[in-house]
């Protein structure tokens, strides 16, 4: 399976584009590196491959169809801040719990105490935070993973701790990984390739 994006162009106005006619393959089970400067439009590619931009120019496709609107995503989005991707007024468990019922070895597998499902997420770290974004976004339907600067605010024991989670994961079951990272030697260390966004985009 594919995850495609092609030709897209983007710009927030007329004359200020920020992606320009920028193509990207990702296949199953492979690791992609993005790498690109700040400003550069690296998570507005994120949010147009995951679905959460819809105003583009260009094609989005899953084996040539196109990523579904309604029910569970397959291409999933990690964002950097953990904080602003869950309900202040929900438990960790229910936040868990929102798409599909975590396992136990998912859990088990990036650390999460049982006592953390009962708090309320201004009560856990932000690394606490993205074990959960992680766990909840690797479903038994997630196809590919977009991680955007996901471990930037960690700590590089807890960096590695969670990346070797997820590289086993991913390996598992198959699942295509599109890493954005500002840390060349995260990039080098997890990736099998990488694509520098200044190389495809035209602006």
Known sequence: MYLKGENITFGYKKNSMVLDNVSVSLGSGEVLGLVGDSGSGKSTLCKILAGYEKKYQG???????????????????????????VNPKWKMEDILNEGHSVSQETLDS?????????????????GELQRFALARALGPET???????????????TQAQIWSTILDIVERMNIGVLVVSHEKNLIKRVCHDVVYLNDINNV
């Open 59 to 85: 094609k989005v496709n899953l084996d040539g169809k196109e990523i579904p609107t309604k029910g569970y995503n397959p291409v999933q989005l990690i964002f950097q801040h953990p904080e602003k991707a």
């Open 110 to 126: 990036f650390g999460i105490k049982k006592g953390w499902l009962n708090r309320w997420p201004n009560e856990l770290s932000g």
């Open 143 to 157: 196809k590919f993973l977009i991680a955007d600067e996901i471990t930037t605010m960690l700590d590089a024991i």
